[in-house]
């Protein structure tokens, strides 16, 4: 069956600090992969999603990155985080790009002071 | 632009009531239309509408679409405890599964 784990679950980084947050699926191949973030009492924001290794569309312009190295690996990324980044990263994937059904990774709480 | 909008977007009701949860979009090119579930961390799926599957009902729990009003309504009958969460409607339209602010349901003893 197929799992998604995402890490850290929790991370408090201090403005102008670096960040990394991963995600990795297991038992799929060549899945369809996002990253959404998801402000507090609002619905989920897309931000980055992806179609294969190396392919990454931005939806929201903003000093968040995403990358993915290999088929099953997707990495958020900031070289100095802002007080607005703050709040709760889910990563996704489907098998079906944009229509189907997504399953959750656990999130990342990322405070930002 | 494509939006999903929901409402209400906080409802609070006592264990056993019935509740209606409503999910209304403009997309183009509609695809399908998917309810979520988040308790804590992880939304969990419910529910996936298309054409040409326009209701759905799992134990307490149904869905239907429609399409000519451009919405889909969430009921869950005799409701408990375990129904509190922010629900999440989210629609796949052309380029993207858009979703909604969600809708906090708070079921009280």
């Known amino acids: 069956s197929q799992t998604i784990h995402q890490w850290p679950a929790t991370l408090v980084q201090p403005v102008g600090s670096p960040l990394s947050l991963e995600c990795t699926v297991e038992g799929t191949s060549n899945p369809n992969l996002y990253w959404y973030r998801q402000a507090a009492g609002r619905g989920l924001q897309l931000l980055f999603y992806s179609v294969g290794i190396g392919q990454i569309s931005s939806e929201v312009p903003q000093n968040l990155s995403a990358s993915r190295p290999q088929d099953r690996q997707f990495i958020l990324s900031s070289k100095k985080l802002l007080l607005s980044d703050s709040g709760f990263y889910l990563c996704?994937?489907?098998?079906?790009?944009?229509?189907?059904?997504?399953?959750f990774g656990e999130g990342s709480r990322l405070t930002v002071l | 632009e494509d939006k999903v909008v929901q409402s209400p977007l906080s409802l609070v009701v006592h264990e056993g009531d019935t509740v209606t949860l409503n999910c209304s979009y403009e997309?183009?090119?509609?695809?399908?239309l998917l309810w979520y579930k988040q308790e804590k961390k992880a939304p969990t799926f419910l529910f996936m509408l298309?054409?040409?599957?326009i209701e759905k009902k799992s134990g307490r729990l149904s869905s239907i679409l429609d399409k000519k009003e451009l919405s889909s309504i969430l009921n869950i009958t005799a409701t408990q405890t375990g129904d509190s969460a922010i629900y999440l409607c989210?629609?796949?339209?052309?380029?993207?599964?858009?979703f909604g602010q969600g809708t906090r349901l708070t079921i009280n003893p």
């Open positions: 997309v183009t090119n509609f695809r399908s």
């Open positions: 298309t054409s040409s599957g």
């Open positions: 989210a629609v796949g339209g052309a380029q993207k599964l858009v």
């Open positions: 996704a994937w489907s098998a079906s790009p944009h229509t189907g059904e997504l399953f």
